[in-house]
């Protein structure tokens, strides 16, 4: 079911698109967090161990922009995350100011381990769409993303969407 507004065209459009991408998302999430949830990882916690396996050591507050989160959000996983040990922080050698956080070996075995069925189960989920809509997809998702974000206010001091704080 869409929206059940009924003003102007472009509004009930947008309201509509709105909500099944909303709903798109939750039952993709559905079918991924639960695994997660079971290695007693939350979305974001999982989402810095993928980043710092994929990129490798990070500064604390580009974290933060890379999984969308606030700087304050980042503090509390990597501590969360450093408490299990599988993550350290460290200060940049060449900005004092800088913390940088890199994976332990234990944070490094488990997102390797967790990771391809994570991918995989990401695939299950999409192959209702074809190989051509997913790229689809992601071209609009993206152009709608930079758009929204384009309109953002400039002194906009979180990292979520405006309208989602």
């Not at 990882?41 to 490798?56: M, P, S, Y």
């Not at 900005?95 to 391809?116: K, S």
């Not at 906009?156 to 405006?162: K, V």
Request: aromatic share 4%; glycine share 6%.
């Amino acid at each position: 079911m869409g929206t059940r507004h009924r003003g102007p065209a472009r509004e009930v459009r947008a309201l509509d698109a709105y909500i099944k991408l909303k709903r798109a998302v939750r039952s993709v999430d559905a079918c991924t967090l639960p695994a997660l949830r079971a290695e007693k990882l939350t979305e974001n916690q999982f989402a810095v161990l993928e980043l710092l396996w994929h990129l490798g050591p990070c500064a604390q507050h580009e974290i933060g922009e890379k999984i969308l989160t606030s700087r304050a959000n980042v503090t509390l996983i990597v501590d969360q995350l450093g408490r299990r040990g599988l993550v350290r922080r460290e200060r940049d050698a060449a900005d004092r100011r800088c913390m940088r956080v890199e994976l332990t070996e234990a944070g490094r075995r488990l997102i390797a381990r967790i990771f391809p069925e994570h991918a995989a189960r990401l695939a299950d989920a999409f192959s209702a769409l074809t190989a051509a809509e997913q790229r689809e997809l992601a071209r609009l998702c993206r152009k709608l993303g930079r758009a929204a974000a384009a309109r953002q206010p400039p002194s906009s001091s979180s990292s979520a969407p405006r309208g989602m704080r």
